[in-house]
């Protein structure tokens, strides 16, 4: 793994569930696991019409060096943009990589 790809700067969040709010809603909020560099690819775009609206949903794939715990919860937060995680590949199976496929809804 070359680290001169690695020039974006992330955080990982986990989600947290905190206390009901006034409408007896669940909340969550989200916590930082780690900041790491990453190299963040996008690889697709769909625009498509939500409740009247045109949203737009865009996947990256996003590298990072490998590290243990993450899951499929969590989000990536780059810059104002959070990108969040829907499967995670082990690249190779040798431990070194991490591949997170990552889904951005921009609305």
């Known amino acids: 793994?070359?680290?001169?790809?690695?020039?974006?700067?992330?955080?990982?969040?986990?989600?947290?569930?905190?206390?009901?709010?006034?409408?007896n809603e669940d909340t969550i909020t989200w916590t930082d696991v780690c900041k790491v560099w990453a190299e963040i690819v996008?690889?697709?775009?769909?625009?498509?019409?939500?409740?009247?609206?045109?949203?737009?949903?865009s996947t990256h794939v996003v590298t990072i060096r490998y590290r243990s715990g993450l899951d499929s919860t969590m989000r990536v937060v780059y810059d104002s943009r959070n990108l969040n995680i829907d499967s995670i590949i082990n690249k190779d199976e040798r431990g070194i990589r991490l591949e997170l496929v990552c889904k951005e809804e921009v609305v």
Not at 9 to 14: A, G
Request: charged share 25%.
């Open 42 to 57: 996008p690889t697709t775009a769909a625009e498509f019409q939500r409740n009247e609206r045109i949203s737009m949903d």
């Open 1 to 23: 793994m070359q680290a001169g790809k690695l020039r974006h700067r992330v955080t990982i969040q986990q989600p947290v569930e905190s206390s009901p709010n006034e409408y």
